[in-house]
């Protein structure tokens, strides 16, 4: 078993000890809620899938599948991409998108702007990484897809490689919830 895989089962063993350990904190006096009981059985039951979806697991498939566009893609190593005409050609398109994109998004009536009118809290800021990743994805794919590489193959190649990663970030993201469930 290697250091990944250990670190895993620790983080496992430590998802099925924290309601019993929330169980025994609250029935020593200790100020946090129970797992166990009628209100913290309810909250597992309707919050259990949440961790599926949280920031952290998103994070983690995001830079899995990254991690295998960009080296299936054959992007790098730069100083040989950088001599390819075919380079320039997808850069210069995957620029235009990204500056329309800004453009309208800037303009003064643009739907992407926050209510006050400002770039604070407003949907492109929210949705900015996933914005930039997307995009980054599909120029990865087109490069990549052009030297022949089967999209589907850059696609789960990173997830492939690391296949303890979203399992490990699901793990992570549900002994955090439940962490915050015990201490609010």
């Known amino acids: 078993m290697n250091n990944r895989e250990r670190a895993f089962v620790f983080c496992l063993v430590i998802a099925g000890v924290l309601p019993f350990l929330?169980?025994?904190?609250?029935?020593?006096?200790?100020?946090?809620?129970?797992?166990?009981d009628d209100e913290g059985l309810r909250w597992l039951f309707r919050h259990a899938s949440d961790c599926l979806h949280?920031?952290?697991?998103?994070?983690?498939?995001?830079?899995?599948?990254?991690?295998?566009?960009?080296?299936?893609?054959?992007?790098?190593?730069?100083?040989?991409?950088?001599?390819?005409?075919?380079?320039?050609?997808?850069?210069?398109?995957?620029?235009?998108?990204?500056?329309?994109?800004f453009w309208a998004a800037l303009s003064p009536d643009s739907a992407l702007l926050s209510i006050t009118g400002g770039l604070?809290?407003?949907?492109?800021?929210?949705?900015?990484?996933f914005l930039g990743w997307f995009t980054f994805m599909v120029f990865c794919l087109c490069y990549g897809h052009s030297k022949q590489e089967p999209w589907t193959k850059m696609l789960t190649y990173g997830i492939r490689q690391h296949p303890l990663a979203l399992p490990f970030a699901v793990v992570i993201s549900f002994c955090w919830q439940c962490i915050m469930y015990m201490i609010e």
Request: include cysteine; proline fraction near 5%.
């Open 120 to 129: 604070a809290g407003s949907p492109l800021v929210d949705g900015l990484f």
């Open 22 to 36: 929330s169980w025994v904190l609250s029935a020593m006096g200790v100020p946090c809620r129970s797992i166990l």
């Open 54 to 101: 949280s920031r952290l697991v998103m994070l983690a498939l995001c830079c899995t599948m990254m991690q295998g566009v960009i080296q299936k893609s054959r992007l790098l190593p730069l100083s040989k991409t950088f001599r390819q005409p075919r380079f320039y050609y997808y850069a210069a398109i995957y620029a235009v998108v990204l500056i329309l994109i």
